[in-house]
Every structure is written in structure tokens, then in C-alpha cells.
């Protein structure tokens, strides 16, 4: 008897928990917080709202998806939050091609004086891809 009760009250506070910050699960490719799911696709992440049927957004970045799906999923789902969490996904994007253009560049010339002027370009990229990042993290944690 004494379990029992136990279990109810322990039953009833993950529970309230979970109805504030829903846990992420996954479930074969996509990834699910309360009724918002993320989809992978070729081109980003799709995120995608159950319960109104609805397109949240496209994200070229996962943390993106997975900041926009929590902000969703605690009932905070307010369009200048969501354009705020694409504009920053969008601004990653630029520089993470960026990045990978650079990083081509540097292994593919032959001039000293190119490369040293690419490689200032490669970490000035960098860097404001990194500080995308910790702007978007900021909305998961």
C-alpha cells in the first residue's frame, strides 16, 4: 500500500514536469518535443507543429530546429521568437558555406600570399559561424 502511494505521487510529478519541458524523443528519423516534430530532409530540418497542423519552419541547422521546437513545445511560440531563431540559422548557414569555401581554397592554391588572405577570411568566418551557434543554443538551454 505504502508503494503504491509511492508510485502515484512519483507518477504525478514526472507528469507535471513533463507537461512544463516535454523530454525530446526519437522516433526513426525525426525527433519529437510534445507535439512538435523535426524531420530531417535534404536541404535542413523541417519542424512542424501536431496538434494545429502546421509548418513551424525550415532550418538549414539542427539546433535550430530543436530551439524553435522547444520554444514551441513550452507555449512561448511567438512568430518574432521564431523569425529570430531562422534569422540566426540563416546567418550560420552563409557562414558555415563560407567556411567550406575557404576551406577548399586553402587546400586547392598555390600562392602564399592568396592563401594567407583566405585563411583571415576562413577564421574570420569562423568565428561568427561559432557565435551563430551560441546564439541559437541559448534558446535550448
Known sequence: MNNQK???????????GLAKTPLPMIQNNSIRIGKIIITPK??????YNLSSKTSLGKTYSRNAALAIAKICAQG???NSLVQ???????YYQKYDTD???YNHTIKRTKDDFKK??????????LE??????????????
Not at 529570430?84 to 540563416?90: A, G, K, M, P, T
Not at 561568427?128 to 538551454?141: G, P
Request: charged letters at 35%; aromatic letters at 12%; glycine letters at 2%.
Open 99 to 101: 567556411c567550406t569555401f
Open 84 to 90: 529570430e531563431i531562422l534569422d540566426l540559422d540563416q
Open 42 to 47: 535534404e536541404d535542413g530540418f523541417r519542424v
Open 128 to 141: 561568427r559561424k561559432y557565435s551563430a551557434v551560441d546564439k541559437i543554443n541559448k534558446f535550448i538551454l
Open 116 to 125: 594567407d588572405i583566405i585563411e583571415t577570411r576562413y577564421y574570420d568566418a
Open 6 to 16: 509511492i508510485k502515484q505521487e512519483l507518477e504525478e510529478i514526472i507528469s507535471s
Open 76 to 78: 512561448e511560440c511567438l
